[in-house]
């Protein structure tokens, strides 16, 4: 039974070696990934373009870009007219009544009631949206693969950085300022 005992006191000492280093590797790891610093002095602008690749993707940009050139192709949209109301129906309003308040609310019902149903109509005519939502249907998965990758490239851990920082969890550790795992 002692060497049993033995042969088990020396598995858990394998072990919680093993998972000592791991440990070391996981925070080395962890510290090389988030050291910006180090990252933009060796390399400024590869640091920089991947910051600001991810902050253009966040921020919405493609989006925007792609806005300017629909209206760069298509043209800019129309304004709304200063006025709405052409002679005719200026003219069939005044045959509707002086209660200002009831034809208001007669015009805006009957108005909303034929948008409803003349929906589909416009939907049609407008390629311009109908164009841009396909755009960007086929584009999103494309521009979150690439936010994704920049933002992965941005936080990853540099081999340089990553033996530099075990090196110093080492001597942190050897030196007794760190915490050792079940010692």
Do not use: C, W
């Amino acid at each position: 039974m002692g060497a049993r005992t033995d042969a088990a006191r020396a598995e858990v000492l394998t072990a919680r070696e093993a998972l000592g280093g791991e440990v070391e590797r996981l925070e080395a790891a962890g510290r090389s990934a988030v050291d910006i610093p180090t990252k933009v002095r060796k390399e400024p602008v590869k640091t920089a373009g991947l910051a600001a690749g991810a902050v253009f993707l966040v921020a919405g940009g493609p989006k925007r870009v792609l806005r300017r050139a629909r209206r760069v192709v298509v043209g800019p949209e129309e304004p709304l007219p200063k006025s709405m109301l052409p002679p005719e129906i200026d003219k069939s309003l005044r045959k509707m009544g002086s209660d200002g308040t009831k034809i208001r609310g007669t015009i805006e019902r009957e108005f909303a009631e034929y948008l409803e149903a003349h929906q589909g109509e416009r939907d049609k005519r407008d390629l311009g949206a109908v164009l841009a939502l396909l755009l960007s249907g086929v584009s999103r998965p494309f521009l979150q693969q690439a936010s994704r990758r920049m933002v992965g490239r941005l936080f990853s851990n540099d081999s340089g950085t990553f033996e530099e920082a075990i090196t110093r969890i080492r001597a942190r550790r050897e030196a007794g300022k760190g915490s050792d795992i079940g010692h």
